[in-house]
């Protein structure tokens, strides 16, 4: 992170804002505490889901403080509670080893929550302080910082004005020498901070497309994404009454005049003036993790080439912006995950976009990541020696540094420890999540892991 005087707060009870509606087309870029998150799921479900234990509080109601210091505080045995209302017997710790201790939970995952708030406001200043050294014009500045700007006729293509890539690590589509190049995307990359020899998770974050800008994004998904590519939506197209994301792709739906929306042309007037053109074709649609996840299958076939690429679109329904997924509806989210990686050449780069392409996206990229890291054993061993980075900052400051405002919502930051945390219970046992955590009971969660065999889909 870059090297600033710490940026502190005095610290207040932090509190869950239900989703909020912003008005006009220019996104937040103060990383206000108030973006929010769902209070409740709108939906009845029929099975338990794994994380009916995280309770979350409107506005009004006060987070409940931590233990006192001078008692131990216990973890509840998890119990499972069926429509029946039949108890099932608590799930048996791992035994530890003889000769081996259990692993130790990293200092990182027993911050309170005031320690997680005051180092995303950090991250928020040394945000402030790169935009600052963007925009100066003499030679103070630091050039690696300096946000891209396009001619003001072109704004349409952007959603939020506001929200554009820094120059330095833009995509740029591979059209003639003088044609405009530009898609609000940014290309995002990430190493393993424990084990350099794993391939690095590659990823396109991306603005919520435009009418204007359809014909640029299918182009950078021909030119960046080999068959089979994924896409990951991560808003609705309409949410709060305000467009979060304009449909970019056929719905395979009946149309007025007859017909259905199965075939569109991609640059059917030529814009770059060198003959790129595609058709794009709906081929079948099917929900799943009962509707929290529309999956569709598409064809883009580029003209010149004998075969049509296959493309995989997952559009997630029930994350909230500014927000995280409710409770109910986290094991679907993780399963979203999982779906994306089956579907993709693991060295290619997934695309994902939320309507910002930086609050959910940010937090879709961030959680996958260190769920990797966790999943690996990696942190099993990460407190020898005791004193490590703090994981989830880091990885943070490092999207950040790779496109500007990611994971955008307080809320948000706080949710990737919650998962991180409960995650390494579920994974080793509760001897040191109890002993050492200060989150309160209520807010612990139960999550299935998406990198196992025991991983179970929502049914929900």
């Not at 706080?414 to 409960?422: A, D, E, G, H, N």
């Amino acid at each position: 992170m870059d090297k600033i005087p710490k940026f502190r707060r005095k610290p207040k009870p932090p509190v869950l804002e239900t989703a909020i509606d912003r008005n006009g087309a220019v996104a937040s870029d103060s990383m206000s505490p108030n973006d929010s998150v769902l209070g409740q799921s709108q939906r009845a479900h029929h099975k338990m889901a794994p994380f009916r234990s995280l309770r979350l509080r409107g506005p009004s109601k006060r987070a409940r403080d931590s233990p006192p210091a001078d008692l131990t505080p216990t973890t509840p045995s998890a119990v499972v509670v069926a429509q029946d209302g039949i108890q099932s017997p608590p799930r048996p710790t791992r035994p530890a080893s003889v000769n081996q201790p259990p692993p130790v939970l990293p200092a990182f995952l027993t911050l309170s929550q005031q320690d997680i708030d005051a180092k995303y406001q950090e991250l928020t200043w040394a945000e402030r302080v790169r935009v600052a050294q963007g925009m100066r014009d003499d030679n103070m500045g630091d050039p690696r910082w300096a946000l891209y700007k396009h001619a003001d006729t072109q704004e349409k293509m952007d959603r939020y004005i506001n929200i554009r890539p820094w120059a330095h690590n833009r995509v740029k589509l591979r059209v003639p020498d003088a044609e405009f190049d530009y898609v609000n995307a940014s290309a995002i990359t990430l190493t393993s901070p424990t084990d350099p020899h794993k391939p690095p998770l590659r990823y396109l974050a991306m603005q919520g497309p435009t009418v204007s800008s359809f014909d640029h994004v299918w182009r950078m998904i021909a030119e960046q994404c080999p068959s089979p590519a994924v896409i990951v939506q991560l808003t609705n197209l309409v949410e709060l009454d305000v467009i979060k994301c304009d449909q970019y792709f056929p719905m395979g739906d009946e149309l007025p005049t007859g017909g259905h929306d199965t075939t569109w042309s991609v640059n059917e007037y030529n814009l770059w003036g060198d003959n790129w053109r595609a058709d794009l074709t709906f081929v079948s649609v099917e929900e799943l993790a009962g509707g929290a996840i529309e999956k569709r299958k598409l064809l883009l076939h580029v003209h010149g080439e004998q075969e049509p690429r296959v493309v995989w679109h997952f559009l997630y329904r029930r994350w909230p912006d500014f927000g995280v997924p409710t409770a109910e509806d986290v094991d679907s989210f993780l399963e979203l995950m999982k779906l994306s990686r089956e579907h993709t050449t693991p060295s290619a780069p997934r695309v994902i976009h939320c309507s910002a392409g930086v609050g959910r996206t940010g937090t879709f990229i961030c959680l996958e990541h260190l769920m990797r890291e966790l999943e690996s054993g990696a942190l099993a061993r990460y407190d020898v020696p005791s004193e490590r980075t703090d994981l989830v900052c880091h990885t943070v400051d490092t999207l950040r540094q790779q496109r500007r405002g990611m994971v955008q919502g307080e809320i948000q930051y706080r949710f990737i420890y919650q998962v991180l945390r409960k995650l390494w219970h579920d994974k080793y046992g509760s001897g040191d999540e109890g002993a050492r955590s200060t989150e309160p009971a209520a807010k612990r969660l139960e999550v299935a892991s998406p990198f196992t065999g025991n991983f179970r889909p929502s049914t929900n």
